[in-house]
């Protein structure tokens, strides 16, 4: 597979999760949080996904490994795991896969979660949570002590730590415990899922490097979604903005940055607190929460927060285009207006 090919393509993913009323559970509405979401995650990459609590990012996340019910759209991926490790990678929609195959992809794809305090059962043993997905997935029993030594080395723990319980590390040794529980199985895509926001400023780092290194030794394709813009420039290759179930912006991170598109990302980048305590910088925080995704604005969703905002935002909703370079945003009037950005690239994790 080449470097530039869509790993995974997705097209006009939904999930909706209905509300529900009374004794007979009558359905009265939906929460929408994904709501129509088309991208692409490229082979040896990392996507990062930013946006609010409560933008859908996480169930987005989720839904791309079939781990929330999707309501509508599809989810190609390209894997050779359904059909033998010589053959060429083909697509396969992951939204349609039956259990039986899903179980083969899940070989192939894993997932870092936010808190490595609740994310690691803490009756089991390190060898045990490491060992689960060798276990479940059929790696040679006899093989399985030396595998798990291996991968403990290669997150920087001792292999002695094997017998040893989680309550008896650290945060980020957690995380180290649980990274390796994720590329186990030597899967091509992983899921991080706030992987390091749990962590303490100095143990963050450390762990967005761990993860920077295993992608080059493993050529790994990291989806990573966090409410941080720091931690996504930092290891980010392309950002996703999303607000409200959908995706608004999407570019390489120096221009997202430097000249946002959206309205909604400058207000993200102007909310980030500024490294040097001399300079003075105007802020202009977002009036109102997110609304509600049981009932969002008609239109553009971002138009009731909107300083630019226009009768139309009210009343069509922004396609996702191609805006030049690569990028895409969704705003009816992006060509028109300027937007600030950052003048320059910060030291990522200076204020994290
Ligand atoms: Fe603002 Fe209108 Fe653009 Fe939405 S479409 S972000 S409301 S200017």
């Known amino acids: 597979m080449n470097q530039s090919q869509p790993l995974m393509a997705i097209t006009d993913l939904k999930v909706h999760f ?3 009323k009374g004794l007979l559970r009558r359905t009265i509405g939906h929460v929408k949080a994904v709501d129509g979401v088309s991208f692409d995650i490229l082979q040896g990459e990392t996507l990062g996904l930013v946006g609010e609590s409560g933008c859908g990012k996480t169930t987005l996340g989720r839904a791309l490994l079939k781990l929330v019910p999707v309501t509508d759209g599809h989810v190609m991926y390209r894997t050779n795991s359904l059909s033998g490790d010589k053959a060429e990678p083909r697509s396969v929609d992951i939204v349609e896969l039956n259990e039986k195959d899903m179980k083969k992809i899940r070989r192939d794809i894993a997932a870092i979660f936010q808190d490595p305090f609740s994310s690691l059962n803490p009756r089991m043993t390190i060898a045990d949570i490491i060992g689960e997905p060798l276990r479940v997935h059929g790696y040679p029993k006899d093989g399985r002590r030396d595998r798990i030594a291996d991968l403990l080395k290669t997150v920087g723990l001792n292999p ?4 040893r319980y989680p309550v008896e590390f650290s945060g980020g040794q957690r995380q180290r415990i649980g990274i390796a529980r994720a590329v186990a199985l030597q899967p091509s895509f992983i899921m991080c899922d706030e992987p390091s926001s749990a962590l303490d400023v100095s143990v963050q780092a450390q762990v967005l490097n761990l993860m920077a290194d295993l992608q080059e030794k493993f050529q790994l394709t990291y989806l990573l979604i966090s409410h941080n ?3 996504v420039e930092y290891l980010g290759h392309r950002i996703a903005v999303m607000y409200l179930g ?11 940055y430097i000249q946002p598109l959206h309205p909604y990302t400058e207000a993200l980048l102007s909310s980030i607190p500024f490294p040097d305590p001399e300079a003075r910088r105007k802020k202009e925080p977002l009036p109102g929460g997110v609304p509600s995704p049981i009932n969002p604005p008609p239109g553009c969703h971002f138009h009731p927060r909107c300083k630019y905002a226009q009768q139309i935002c009210q009343q069509e909703t922004p396609v996702l285009q191609e ?10 009037r992006w060509q028109e207006i300027e937007l600030t950005g950052f003048s320059f690239m910060r030291n990522p994790l200076s204020n994290t």
Do not use: N, W
């Open 160 to 163: 002695s730590a094997m017998k």
């Open 246 to 256: 959908r995706i608004v912006e999407l570019s390489e991170p120096k221009a997202l």
């Open 229 to 231: 813009l720091a931690v």
């Open 18 to 20: 209905p509300v529900t």
């Open 323 to 332: 805006a030049g370079d690569g990028r895409l945003v969704a705003c009816h």
